[in-house]
């Protein structure tokens, strides 16, 4: 069973910093691009980093010089590291994985999602 669990989010005040992790596991060949979405009540989920396999990352611009996303693919884990954070960033944030499986199937995963919240 293939799936992905994604940890670290928290309540902590505006400024400051939390990390979220996502690990995969299960019978799974490679992983292409990870990234973290978010999605905030009654809002459509947004992106908010990916990170390709070879270490190619892209962020929203709402996200830009506050958050890094980095990846240990030994690990099959994703990272995301976020500073100076608004009462904004405040979502659930979801891991997302493209993944090529030992079956050799390709399929997109994701994760059950973690509460960020931000007080002001």
């Known amino acids: 069973q293939v799936q992905l669990v994604d940890s670290g989010g928290g309540l902590v005040q505006a400024g400051g910093s939390l990390r979220l992790a996502c690990a995969a596991s299960g019978s799974i060949f490679s992983i292409a691009a990870m990234g973290w979405y978010r999605q905030a009540p009654g809002k459509q989920r947004e992106l908010v980093a990916t990170?390709?396999?070879?270490?190619?990352?892209n962020y929203a611009d709402s996200v830009k010089g506050r958050f890094t996303i980095s990846r240990d693919n030994a690990k099959n884990t994703v990272y995301l590291q976020m500073n100076s954070l608004k009462p904004e960033d405040t979502s659930v944030y979801y891991c997302?994985?493209?993944?090529?499986?030992?079956?050799?199937?390709?399929?997109?995963?994701w994760g059950q999602g973690t509460q960020v919240t931000v007080s002001s």
């Open positions: 997302n994985a493209y993944m090529v499986l030992a079956s050799g199937a390709a399929l997109d995963y």
């Open positions: 990170i390709t396999s070879g270490g190619s990352t």
